[in-house]
């Protein structure tokens, strides 16, 4: 485009040239016959249309197109300054202020022109500044974010994020129930292959878990523990259909450092409203019922009770 631009302002260059010499070339006999002595009320007009020429040439192509103004304009000033000697009056004088007025008026002009297009373009680095900055705070918050809102070894949300969204659904009075998951004996599991064996075991777990939820279900991580929300009317049915899922992604086997484990998990499920109006309450009641489901041989859903 800026190539396509330059090459236009070219075109319009030669022929504003050519359109000037034209033009001071058919003033020269105006002013030295006396025969076309009439149409001298015409030269204003032509020294105005001269002027428009030049300014055409400077404000289409800059300091190129002032040079070329320039050398015209010197072209009128000597043309006119000769005719003002061979005649030995004063009455062409004005013919040689003109050109010269031209090209004070043309200096102005290209000042104008450079101070804005230096000021155009610092305003344009500015803003590009500015946009940079945006961007970097952008990524930034979303690093914040990323960092606030998830687990860091899984990517999965975390229980912070997870309260916000409970109490969300709650405030709007939204039915859901929540599944709370409890890892069975994961101190025995990293006690027997080593804590970095039984992390990268439980991340992969945490990738199941995950990949079951997808865009479903509501899904966080806290260490060896999960948490589920589940919007909507759900029957007991359909929560021990979903936890009998669930069994089967802990009970199948992960290879890990040449070690085959498998994890089972004690399950604990609220509903809202019944079991509590908010985050805090659901929770610490859904914990309470995975706590029964461990004390009841572990590997089982839970349903709180009020009892």
């Known amino acids: 485009m800026k190539e396509k631009n330059k090459g236009r302002n070219i075109v319009i260059m030669v022929i504003c040239i050519l359109v000037y010499l034209f033009v001071f070339m058919l003033m020269g006999p105006l002013r030295r016959s006396p025969q076309l002595a009439f149409l001298s009320d015409y030269m204003g007009v032509l020294s105005a249309f001269l002027v428009l020429i030049t300014t055409t040439l400077v404000t289409t192509n800059g300091k190129r197109g002032y040079i070329a103004s320039a050398v015209l304009c010197s072209l009128s000033i000597y043309s006119a300054a000769s005719a003002v000697l061979r005649s030995h009056t004063v009455t062409g004088l004005p013919g040689v202020f003109t050109p010269i007025v031209n090209m004070v008026a043309m200096t102005v002009i290209l000042t104008f022109l450079t101070t804005n297009k230096k000021q155009t373009q610092e305003l344009s680095e500015q803003y590009e500044q500015i946009m940079d900055s945006n961007r970097l705070m952008q990524e930034k918050d979303e690093a914040l974010r990323m960092l606030a809102y998830h687990d860091r070894s899984s990517g999965m949300y975390n229980m912070h994020y997870f309260r916000e969204q409970v109490d969300e659904a709650a405030a709007k009075q939204q039915n859901f129930a929540i599944i709370y998951i409890d890892i069975d004996n994961f101190k025995g599991l990293n006690d027997t292959f080593g804590p970095k064996t039984g992390d990268a075991a439980l991340k992969i777990f945490a990738e199941r878990v995950s990949s079951y939820c997808g865009k479903k279900y509501l899904c966080s991580r806290s260490s060896d523990e999960f ?33 085959n484990i498998t994890l089972s998990a004690s ?18 009641n859904a914990i309470m019922a995975v706590y029964n489901a461990k004390a009841n041989g572990k590997d089982r859903p839970c349903f709180f009770s009020q009892a």
């Open 227 to 259: 948490a589920m929300m589940l919007l909507g009317e759900y029957t007991e049915a359909d929560i021990l259909n979903m936890i009998e899922q669930l069994r089967r992604l802990f009970s199948e086997p992960v290879s890990v450092q040449g070690a």
């Open 267 to 284: 399950y604990g499920i609220v509903v809202h409203p019944r079991d509590g109006r908010n985050s805090e309450i659901l929770l610490d």
